[in-house]
Each structure stands twice: as C-alpha cells, then as structure tokens.
C-alpha cells in the first residue's frame, strides 16, 4: 500500500514539530492509541486498537526513527504485530514545510501487511488508513487551535482556517519525546495493519 499526503497548519514549523513530538498530543490524536513509550534512541513502542470491517484486534508496534533533520523531516521504519488479525510493516517519511499560512505537512508512506487484515481486500484497508488519517488530522488540528489560539484567531479572521472546537488532551508542558512520525503510523500503519507508515 502506497499512500500520499499534506496538511495546511496554520502554526510554524517549530511549533508542529514540537507537538508532533509530544508523547501527550500523540497518544491524544492517533485514533485508538494506548501507548506510546520510548524504548531506546529514536525508538518506540506504540499499542492501539484497531478496526477494519469485520476484523478488530490490538496492535502492537516497533518504530524506528532515522535521518532526522529539526524540525523539518524524518524517515521511520515500522513492523507491527496484531496477532491471528495480521501484522503490518513498511517505511514512511514526514516533512513540515513553513509558508505564509503556517507550515505545510506532508508525509509519503510504503506499507504492506498480512493475515486476515490482508485478506479484506485494498479497497477496505486504502478506505480505513484514509480514515485514520484523516480522523488524526482532525484532532491534531483541534490541539494546535488548543495550544496556539492566536495563530488560528488570526488565520479565521481571515477566512483561511474553520473553527472546529478543542477535543484533543492537553500536552502539560512535558519536553517533547516523540517524532512527527507518530501521528502517521497510527493513521497509516494501523490502517494497514498497525502503526502509521509514511
């Protein structure tokens, strides 16, 4: 499965780096996620709970963080296991772009997975990762709105950004320990079968 990707934020690069690296925000917005801890450098460990048609199952995941290059990109490598319901693994890269808006963030994943998850057919995984990101976005864009209300205050002044309400947990200021990546493997990877994968 190969999947493409961008997002208009209407906060600086920086900023999103910061909270895309935020183990709080992360576990927030990633649809069905119950951990994410770090196990080592540039490594994680992530669970989630994951649905795709009739097959439902908990996941569990390595991520692996290289070529990381503040606050603007960084590669993942990611293998997950969900038991008799599949396992799911592939490469993903993210970048932030800053603009006039904001930041633009875009991601490019490569993913393949197996077992009865595989067996549900493309169309059925492509339409659930979609979903997932989507549902991600959603949510990270409501934290940003949460954590930033002056960068969104001004963007709907002038008609660029929708005022969606705040639902996302709050970040209570720890340093940040988690890649941008975080938000893709939950959208992507697990759609796919685990984390996101970009």
Same mark, same amino acid.
Request: aromatic share 8%.
């Given at each position: 499965?190969? +999947?493409?990707?961008?997002?208009?934020?209407?906060?600086?690069?920086?900023?999103?780096?910061?909270?895309?690296?935020?183990?709080?925000?992360?576990?927030? &917005?990633?649809?069905? &996620?119950?951990?994410?801890?770090?196990?080592?450098?540039?490594?994680?460990?992530?669970? +989630?709970?994951?649905?795709?048609? #009739?097959?439902?199952?908990?996941?569990?995941?390595?991520?692996?963080?290289?070529? +990381?290059? #503040?606050?603007?990109?960084?590669?993942?490598?990611?293998?997950?296991?969900?038991?008799?319901?599949?396992?799911?693994?592939?490469?993903?890269?993210?970048?932030?772009? @800053?603009?006039?808006?904001? &930041?633009?963030?875009?991601?490019?994943?490569?993913?393949?997975?197996? %077992?009865?998850?595989?067996?549900?057919?493309?169309?059925?995984?492509? %339409?659930?990762?979609?979903?997932?990101?989507?549902?991600?976005?959603?949510?990270?864009?409501?934290?940003?709105?949460?954590?930033? #209300?002056?960068?969104?205050?001004?963007?709907?002044?002038?008609?660029?950004?929708?005022?969606?309400?705040?639902?996302?947990?709050?970040?209570?200021?720890?340093? @940040?320990?988690? #890649?941008?990546?975080?938000?893709?493997?939950?959208?992507?990877?697990?759609?796919?079968?685990?984390?996101?994968?970009?």
């Amino acid at each position: 499965m190969d +999947m493409q990707g961008s997002r208009q934020l209407a906060v600086t690069q920086q900023q999103a780096w910061d909270a895309l690296n935020d183990p709080v925000v992360l576990k927030a &917005c990633i649809p069905g &996620c119950d951990k994410v801890e770090p196990t080592g450098d540039n490594q994680y460990a992530i669970a +989630m709970a994951l649905k795709i048609g #009739p097959v439902s199952a908990k996941f569990t995941g390595k991520i692996s963080l290289t070529e +990381m290059n #503040p606050p603007a990109s960084y590669k993942l490598s990611f293998d997950g296991q969900g038991g008799v319901a599949g396992f799911g693994k592939g490469s993903a890269e993210v970048t932030l772009t @800053p603009n006039d808006e904001g &930041c633009d963030l875009s991601y490019t994943v490569h993913a393949s997975v197996g %077992g009865k998850i595989a067996q549900l057919g493309q169309r059925l995984i492509d %339409g659930a990762a979609k979903s997932m990101a989507e549902d991600f976005f959603k949510r990270f864009d409501a934290e940003m709105q949460r954590l930033y #209300p002056e960068s969104y205050a001004a963007k709907m002044v002038m008609g660029d950004v929708e005022g969606d309400a705040p639902a996302a947990a709050s970040s209570s200021g720890a340093k @940040p320990a988690i #890649p941008v990546w975080v938000w893709a493997v939950g959208a992507v990877v697990l759609a796919a079968a685990v984390w996101l994968g970009s």
